[in-house]
């Protein structure tokens, strides 16, 4: 199994999982959400961790 972490409602655009991902996987759809990059990703979670409203999740998914 595979952890994926993926915006859904309730983005803010606080911002900060953009500045916080090691990896810059994370980037801003127009005013709207931001969006994570899956095959940047490196699962790391703190995006995950750090959204104040929740807006991320966290998805178990078979490894293909
Ligand atoms: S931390 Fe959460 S609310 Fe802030 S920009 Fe990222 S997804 Fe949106
Ligand atoms: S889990 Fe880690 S690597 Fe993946 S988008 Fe979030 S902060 Fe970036």
Known sequence: MKTVYKVEGGCV???????????????????VSTVIDQDKCIGCGKCYNGCQPEAIIKIEVEDK
């Not at 655009?13 to 005013?31: F, G, R, T």
């Open 13 to 31: 655009l606080c911002l900060m999982c953009v500045y916080q991902c090691p990896v810059k996987a994370i980037s801003i759809i127009e005013d």
